[in-house]
């Protein structure tokens, strides 16, 4: 178990680190555009793209020249963060480089010291903009099978509706709930519980819980406990929306033949008993089901 979450927080810390860098790349492109419209004085270094591209045709130390060149160059203009505020050149200068929060801090605390005129923010989290986040581990819930990420429907509908007021009574919700493999290469899946007001227009899809785990849930009832209590709960008591009340309902529950089968607890839909409305047995030839619909079989019992 404690090797599973291991894995999990690395995968966690991979997709922090890819999403990094690939801002880092974002915020290293627009300084270049934002540099590009005024050419420095014409040095040998001044049509980069030209320059680099015969260097690569010379030799390999040609090009470890050219590359400190372009650094040199990014580096050095006198107005590196252009027009942005002291407080966004900060951001981008701490993004680009890469910094920690303990020395953002640190510096910040010194800038406010020097220049308290400037009203910097005393936290790097708020300079950073960082999603005040509780603590993960309070959100993760290890379920058989995996863990368990719960946001709620209610907090979703509270996080959308903050800035206003939907003019509907009430919510009349689409759910959805799919397994879908993270990797080709490893048995690592996601079951997602989605939800979309069906009655409100234009309210995208939110994400009210995710299921981690090397493979299905293994106890549908551990999965879908949190949720069906607190649709429960919605149900008798509403949700209350800037003090007013809305009542909330489900309207359907979206799933593919797999997915279905596993959140009502019945045999998936290539097993022998796989017909949800009758009672009907299938026949195995080879590695195909087939089930004789000549005869008239009993209706299955409701569950
Ligand atoms: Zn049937």
């Known amino acids: 178990m404690a090797s599973n979450q291991d894995k999990k927080s690395g995968l966690m810390s991979h997709a922090i680190a890819r999403l990094y860098k690939q801002r880092l790349e974002e915020v290293e492109r627009e300084l270049l555009l934002a540099q590009q419209p ?20 010379d030799a390999s130390s040609g090009e470890d020249t050219d590359v400190e060149d372009i650094q040199v160059e990014v580096e050095m203009p006198d107005h590196p963060y252009g027009d942005l505020s ?32 400037t009203k910097l923010p005393r936290d790097a989290r708020t300079l950073m903009n960082t999603p005040a986040s509780r603590a993960p581990e ?8 995996g863990q368990l990420w719960y946001q709620g429907v209610e907090k979703c509908l509270l996080s959308y509706f903050r800035d206003c007021q939907p003019t509907q009574e009430g919510f009349e919700l689409n759910i959805f709930v799919d397994g879908l493999p993270l990797y080709k290469s490893s048995r690592t899946q996601f079951w997602p519980i989605l939800m979309q007001a069906h009655n409100v227009p234009h309210t995208p899809v939110m994400t009210v819980a995710i299921f981690c785990g090397e493979s299905n849930p293994l106890f549908v009832k551990e999965f879908l406990q ?31 033949a797999p997915a279905r089968a596993f959140i009502k607890g019945v045999k998936s839909h290539n097993a022998y008993s796989a017909c949800m409305k009758c009672t009907i047995v299938g026949e195995l030839d080879g590695h195909r089901m087939y089930f004789r619909y000549a005869e008239q079989c009993p209706l299955a019992s409701k569950p």
């Open 138 to 145: 309070t959100a993760l819930t290890p379920i058989a099978g």
């Open 38 to 57: 005024e050419p420095p004085t014409v040095d040998d270094a001044a049509p980069l793209s030209e320059s680099e591209e015969e260097n690569t045709t």
């Open 86 to 117: 002291c407080e966004d050149g900060l951001r981008m200068w701490a993004l680009q480089t890469g910094q920690t929060h303990r020395s953002l801090n640190l510096l910040l605390g010194h800038l406010r010291h020097h220049f308290p005129q």
């Open 226 to 256: 949190p949720f069906v209590d607190e649709m429960n709960r919605l149900y008798v008591t509403g949700l209350t929306i800037k003090s007013r009340s809305y009542w909330v309902e489900a309207r359907a529950i979206i799933a593919d």
